[in-house]
């Protein structure tokens, strides 16, 4: 019952349309396979998907959904990890702050220490937690708040729990 106009499509076709329609061009996003495509063009028969995305359409479905648009520019803690450090404590720490509702990220490059905070200092990090060899041995961890400087250190289990309660004042 799905047409998108496209005669190259061949099996899956998808559209995403919002459940409240308030716009005239209700697609938000659409595409689907076109295995016949390359072919018809010349080509080697070749398998294929793709899709489209309407990126203004899909801001005004989530507003008009009263879902809160934030700022992609603001992040909540930046997770800071000495070179000794594997990536997967940074990866395992993250990935725990996220699942608590939380933006987090880390640095995927290995860059030091100093790289590291001028970039959550980019990335408009509101705390940057450090983790190193005496944190992960002492179970103590760093965090600093971005804003006044001030550097709490916190056990950490309590990692989550300190930081929400930081970030609501």
Do not use: H, W
Request: proline content about 3%; glycine content about 8%.
């Amino acid at each position: 019952m799905l047409v998108r106009g496209l005669d190259y499509y061949t099996k899956t076709v998808f559209e995403f349309i919002p459940a409240v329609k308030t716009m005239a061009q209700e697609t938000i996003c659409g595409g689907g396979r076109y295995d016949n495509l390359i072919q018809s063009l010349g080509g080697k028969p070749m398998p294929a998907v793709g899709f489209a995305i309407g990126i203004e359409r899909l801001l005004i479905a989530l507003s008009n959904a009263g879902k809160d648009i934030f700022d992609q520019n603001t992040l909540d803690v930046f997770v800071a990890v000495t070179p000794e450090i594997p990536t997967e404590v940074a990866v395992k720490l993250t990935r725990k702050l996220r699942l608590e509702d939380l933006s987090a990220d880390y640095d995927q490059l290995r860059r030091s220490l100093k790289a590291q905070f001028k970039y959550a200092d980019k990335q408009n990090a509101r705390f940057c937690i450090t983790v190193g060899g005496n944190e992960l041995q002492s179970g103590v961890f760093s965090i600093k708040d971005m804003k006044s400087g001030n550097i709490i250190n916190t056990a950490q289990d309590k990692i989550v729990e300190l930081i929400k309660e930081l970030k609501n004042k």
